[in-house]
Protein backbone atom coordinates (compact mmCIF):
# COMPACT_ATOMS: atom_id res chain seq x y z
CA UNK A 1 0.00 0.00 0.00
CA UNK A 2 1.56 3.42 -0.87
CA UNK A 3 2.37 6.17 2.09
CA UNK A 4 -0.09 8.70 2.11
CA UNK A 5 1.61 12.11 1.25
CA UNK A 6 1.76 13.51 5.34
CA UNK A 7 3.52 10.07 6.12
CA UNK A 8 5.84 10.70 3.26
CA UNK A 9 6.54 14.36 4.70
CA UNK A 10 7.30 13.05 7.81
CA UNK A 11 9.61 10.59 6.78
CA UNK A 12 11.16 13.64 4.44
CA UNK A 13 11.18 16.08 7.53
CA UNK A 14 12.79 13.16 10.04
CA UNK A 15 15.27 12.52 7.30
CA UNK A 16 16.54 16.51 6.95
CA UNK A 17 16.83 16.75 11.47
CA UNK A 18 19.00 13.75 10.67
CA UNK A 19 20.94 15.52 7.80
CA UNK A 20 21.39 18.83 10.61
CA UNK A 21 22.87 16.16 12.71
CA UNK A 22 25.33 14.45 10.96
CA UNK A 23 26.05 18.30 9.14
CA UNK A 24 26.75 19.63 12.98
CA UNK A 25 30.04 17.17 13.16
CA UNK A 26 29.73 17.35 16.99
CA UNK A 27 27.38 16.60 19.88
CA UNK A 28 24.66 19.24 19.74
CA UNK A 29 21.95 20.85 21.84
CA UNK A 30 18.23 21.71 20.93
CA UNK A 31 19.15 25.20 20.36
CA UNK A 32 21.72 25.32 18.15
CA UNK A 33 19.08 22.35 16.07
CA UNK A 34 16.67 24.70 15.71
CA UNK A 35 18.91 27.55 15.04
CA UNK A 36 19.87 25.60 11.58
CA UNK A 37 16.38 24.11 11.31
CA UNK A 38 13.61 25.20 8.87
CA UNK A 39 10.83 23.82 11.47
CA UNK A 40 9.03 25.14 14.37
CA UNK A 41 10.27 24.69 17.70
CA UNK A 42 7.26 21.69 18.30
CA UNK A 43 7.90 20.05 14.82
CA UNK A 44 11.28 19.94 15.62
CA UNK A 45 11.17 18.34 19.11
CA UNK A 46 8.45 15.78 18.20
CA UNK A 47 10.61 14.76 15.66
CA UNK A 48 13.92 15.06 18.03
CA UNK A 49 11.92 12.20 19.83
CA UNK A 50 10.64 9.68 17.24
CA UNK A 51 14.23 9.94 15.93
CA UNK A 52 15.39 9.16 19.79
CA UNK A 53 13.05 6.02 20.43
CA UNK A 54 13.79 4.77 17.12
CA UNK A 55 17.75 4.54 17.92
CA UNK A 56 18.21 6.95 14.96
CA UNK A 57 19.65 9.80 17.02
CA UNK A 58 21.57 9.11 20.92
CA UNK A 59 20.20 11.72 23.50
CA UNK A 60 22.62 12.24 26.30
CA UNK A 61 20.76 13.32 29.70
CA UNK A 62 24.11 14.75 31.31
CA UNK A 63 24.97 17.36 28.32
CA UNK A 64 21.37 17.61 26.82
CA UNK A 65 22.84 16.84 23.52
CA UNK A 66 21.92 14.49 20.45
CA UNK A 67 24.11 12.68 18.52
CA UNK A 68 23.57 9.97 15.59
CA UNK A 69 22.21 6.66 16.65
CA UNK A 70 23.79 2.90 16.88
CA UNK A 71 21.02 1.93 15.05
CA UNK A 72 22.21 4.19 11.85
CA UNK A 73 26.50 2.43 12.59
CA UNK A 74 24.37 -1.01 11.53
CA UNK A 75 22.58 0.62 8.78
CA UNK A 76 25.53 2.49 7.56
CA UNK A 77 27.46 -1.03 7.80
CA UNK A 78 24.43 -2.71 5.74
CA UNK A 79 24.73 -0.32 3.39
CA UNK A 80 28.28 -0.01 2.77
CA UNK A 81 28.26 -4.08 1.89
CA UNK A 82 24.85 -3.95 -0.21
CA UNK A 83 24.79 -0.48 -1.95
CA UNK A 84 28.68 0.76 -2.39
CA UNK A 85 31.33 -0.55 -4.80
CA UNK A 86 33.43 -1.09 -1.78
CA UNK A 87 33.11 -4.83 -0.70
CA UNK A 88 33.82 -6.34 -4.17
CA UNK A 89 36.62 -3.44 -5.08
CA UNK A 90 38.68 -3.66 -1.79
CA UNK A 91 40.97 -6.75 -3.38
CA UNK A 92 41.56 -4.52 -6.15
CA UNK A 93 42.26 -1.51 -4.40
CA UNK A 94 44.81 -3.37 -2.45
CA UNK A 95 46.87 -4.46 -5.82
CA UNK A 96 46.11 -0.52 -7.48
CA UNK A 97 47.56 0.85 -4.13
CA UNK A 98 50.65 -1.60 -3.61
CA UNK A 99 51.91 -1.28 -7.16
CA UNK A 100 51.20 2.57 -7.91
CA UNK A 101 52.53 3.84 -4.09
CA UNK A 102 50.19 6.76 -3.85
CA UNK A 103 47.02 7.44 -2.32
CA UNK A 104 43.92 5.20 -4.03
CA UNK A 105 39.91 6.43 -3.92
CA UNK A 106 36.82 5.13 -4.48
CA UNK A 107 34.42 7.44 -4.82
CA UNK A 108 30.34 6.85 -5.76
CA UNK A 109 28.11 10.05 -6.91
CA UNK A 110 25.32 10.58 -3.94
CA UNK A 111 22.93 12.69 -5.92
CA UNK A 112 25.01 15.60 -7.57
CA UNK A 113 28.02 14.95 -4.82
CA UNK A 114 30.79 12.43 -4.64
CA UNK A 115 31.26 10.26 -1.55
CA UNK A 116 34.48 8.40 -0.60
CA UNK A 117 33.60 4.80 0.07
CA UNK A 118 37.11 3.30 0.37
CA UNK A 119 40.37 5.28 0.34
CA UNK A 120 44.17 3.98 0.18
CA UNK A 121 46.73 5.89 1.49
CA UNK A 122 50.30 6.40 0.01
CA UNK A 123 53.53 4.47 1.57
CA UNK A 124 54.15 8.08 2.04
CA UNK A 125 50.98 9.72 3.64
CA UNK A 126 49.62 12.96 2.71
CA UNK A 127 47.16 15.00 4.84
CA UNK A 128 43.96 15.82 2.59
CA UNK A 129 40.70 16.30 2.51
CA UNK A 130 39.23 12.56 1.13
CA UNK A 131 38.41 10.34 3.59
CA UNK A 132 35.71 7.19 3.41
CA UNK A 133 32.23 8.29 4.30
CA UNK A 134 33.54 12.21 3.47
CA UNK A 135 31.10 13.64 1.09
CA UNK A 136 33.21 16.35 -1.72
CA UNK A 137 32.12 18.54 -4.69
CA UNK A 138 31.83 16.64 -7.94
CA UNK A 139 32.74 19.59 -10.65
CA UNK A 140 36.36 19.69 -9.40
CA UNK A 141 37.16 16.43 -8.21
CA UNK A 142 38.89 14.21 -10.30
CA UNK A 143 36.48 11.49 -9.35
CA UNK A 144 33.54 13.47 -9.64
CA UNK A 145 34.34 14.83 -13.29
CA UNK A 146 34.76 11.32 -14.26
CA UNK A 147 31.55 10.11 -13.52
CA UNK A 148 29.85 13.76 -14.28
CA UNK A 149 31.38 13.05 -18.30
CA UNK A 150 29.68 9.54 -18.32
CA UNK A 151 26.44 10.61 -17.06
CA UNK A 152 23.28 10.42 -19.23
CA UNK A 153 22.60 13.83 -21.20
CA UNK A 154 19.40 14.61 -19.98
CA UNK A 155 20.63 14.07 -16.12
CA UNK A 156 23.64 15.86 -16.34
CA UNK A 157 21.81 19.77 -16.44
CA UNK A 158 20.04 18.91 -13.28
CA UNK A 159 23.31 17.59 -11.10
CA UNK A 160 25.34 21.04 -12.40
CA UNK A 161 22.42 22.96 -11.40
CA UNK A 162 23.31 21.25 -8.05
CA UNK A 163 27.06 22.51 -7.66
CA UNK A 164 27.96 25.29 -5.16
CA UNK A 165 30.77 26.44 -7.99
CA UNK A 166 32.64 27.43 -5.08
CA UNK A 167 36.33 28.49 -5.98
CA UNK A 168 38.58 26.14 -3.95
CA UNK A 169 41.66 27.20 -5.64
CA UNK A 170 42.73 29.36 -8.72
CA UNK A 171 41.76 26.39 -11.12
CA UNK A 172 39.01 25.61 -9.86
CA UNK A 173 36.16 25.64 -12.80
CA UNK A 174 33.63 27.38 -11.34
CA UNK A 175 30.85 27.49 -14.13
CA UNK A 176 28.83 25.11 -15.86
CA UNK A 177 30.20 26.36 -19.36
CA UNK A 178 33.87 25.85 -19.07
CA UNK A 179 32.97 22.43 -16.99
CA UNK A 180 30.88 20.86 -19.81
CA UNK A 181 34.03 21.82 -22.06
CA UNK A 182 36.29 19.80 -19.52
CA UNK A 183 33.77 17.03 -19.34
CA UNK A 184 33.84 16.95 -23.52
CA UNK A 185 37.56 16.24 -22.75
CA UNK A 186 37.36 14.16 -20.22
CA UNK A 187 35.05 11.98 -22.29
CA UNK A 188 37.59 12.10 -25.53
CA UNK A 189 40.84 11.46 -23.47
CA UNK A 190 39.02 8.75 -21.41
CA UNK A 191 40.02 9.43 -18.07
CA UNK A 192 40.35 13.01 -15.79
CA UNK A 193 42.60 15.19 -14.01
CA UNK A 194 42.05 16.99 -10.81
CA UNK A 195 44.34 19.66 -11.55
CA UNK A 196 44.88 21.16 -8.14
CA UNK A 197 41.24 22.10 -8.83
CA UNK A 198 39.88 21.56 -4.91
CA UNK A 199 43.17 21.27 -2.75
CA UNK A 200 46.46 23.08 -3.61
CA UNK A 201 49.00 20.87 -4.55
CA UNK A 202 46.97 17.95 -4.46
CA UNK A 203 46.12 16.32 -8.66
CA UNK A 204 44.90 13.27 -9.38
CA UNK A 205 44.21 10.98 -12.38
CA UNK A 206 40.23 9.26 -12.20
CA UNK A 207 38.31 6.78 -14.39
CA UNK A 208 35.08 5.93 -14.13
CA UNK A 209 33.48 2.51 -13.26
CA UNK A 210 30.72 1.85 -16.01
CA UNK A 211 28.43 -1.29 -16.61
CA UNK A 212 28.76 -2.54 -20.04
CA UNK A 213 25.58 -0.13 -21.11
CA UNK A 214 27.98 2.79 -19.96
CA UNK A 215 25.67 3.73 -16.52
CA UNK A 216 28.04 5.25 -13.89
CA UNK A 217 28.85 3.06 -10.83
CA UNK A 218 31.69 5.10 -9.23
CA UNK A 219 35.00 6.58 -10.17
CA UNK A 220 38.80 5.70 -9.33
CA UNK A 221 41.78 7.46 -8.74
CA UNK A 222 45.36 7.81 -8.31
CA UNK A 223 46.11 11.13 -6.32
CA UNK A 224 49.33 12.59 -5.11
CA UNK A 225 51.11 15.96 -4.69
CA UNK A 226 52.81 18.28 -7.16
CA UNK A 227 55.50 17.99 -4.93
CA UNK A 228 56.07 14.49 -5.95
CA UNK A 229 54.99 14.17 -9.37
CA UNK A 230 53.13 15.74 -11.85
CA UNK A 231 49.68 15.12 -14.47
CA UNK A 232 51.59 13.75 -16.94
CA UNK A 233 53.15 11.02 -14.97
CA UNK A 234 49.92 10.26 -13.05
CA UNK A 235 48.13 10.16 -16.71
CA UNK A 236 50.41 7.65 -17.92
CA UNK A 237 48.76 5.27 -15.26
CA UNK A 238 45.58 5.40 -16.63
CA UNK A 239 45.74 1.82 -18.04
CA UNK A 240 46.51 0.20 -15.22
CA UNK A 241 43.41 2.03 -13.21
CA UNK A 242 41.33 1.30 -16.60
CA UNK A 243 42.00 -2.37 -15.83
CA UNK A 244 41.06 -2.21 -12.44
CA UNK A 245 37.83 -0.53 -13.17
CA UNK A 246 36.83 -2.85 -15.66
CA UNK A 247 37.62 -5.33 -13.89
CA UNK A 248 35.38 -3.71 -10.31
CA UNK A 249 32.82 -2.81 -13.08
CA UNK A 250 32.15 -6.53 -14.29
CA UNK A 251 32.28 -8.12 -10.76
CA UNK A 252 29.86 -5.76 -9.51
CA UNK A 253 27.58 -6.72 -12.59
CA UNK A 254 27.41 -9.93 -11.90
CA UNK A 255 27.40 -9.94 -7.68
CA UNK A 256 24.45 -7.08 -8.13
CA UNK A 257 22.51 -8.91 -11.44
CA UNK A 258 23.44 -12.27 -10.92
CA UNK A 259 20.42 -13.76 -13.30
CA UNK A 260 21.89 -12.30 -16.25
CA UNK A 261 24.33 -14.39 -16.00
CA UNK A 262 23.76 -17.38 -13.91
CA UNK A 263 22.72 -20.68 -15.67
CA UNK A 264 18.74 -20.87 -16.43
CA UNK A 265 17.22 -23.05 -14.15
CA UNK A 266 13.56 -24.11 -13.75
CA UNK A 267 13.58 -21.80 -10.86
CA UNK A 268 13.11 -18.14 -10.26
CA UNK A 269 16.35 -15.97 -10.06
CA UNK A 270 18.08 -16.40 -6.64
CA UNK A 271 18.22 -13.72 -3.97
CA UNK A 272 20.82 -11.22 -4.30
CA UNK A 273 23.08 -12.20 -1.24
CA UNK A 274 26.21 -9.73 -0.07
CA UNK A 275 28.80 -12.96 0.58
CA UNK A 276 31.94 -10.21 0.27
Not at 159 to 183: C, G, I, N, Y
Not at 187 to 209: K, M, Q, S
Request: aromatic share 6%.
Amino acid sequence: MAASPAAEGTVAKALEVLDIVAARGRPTRFSDLLAHSPFPKATLYRLLQTLVSQGMLSFDQHTACYTLGIRLVRLAHVAWQQSSLAPIARPHLDRLSAEVGETVHLAQLDHAQVIYVDKRNARNPVPMYSQAGKVGPAYCTGVGKAMLAHLPEAQLPAVLAQQSWHRFTDKTLTTPETLMAELARIRARGFAYDDEEHEPGIICVALPVLTTRGAVLGAVSVTSTTARTDLASLGALAPLVRDIVQTIAQETETWRFPEESAPQSGRGPEPCLVSR
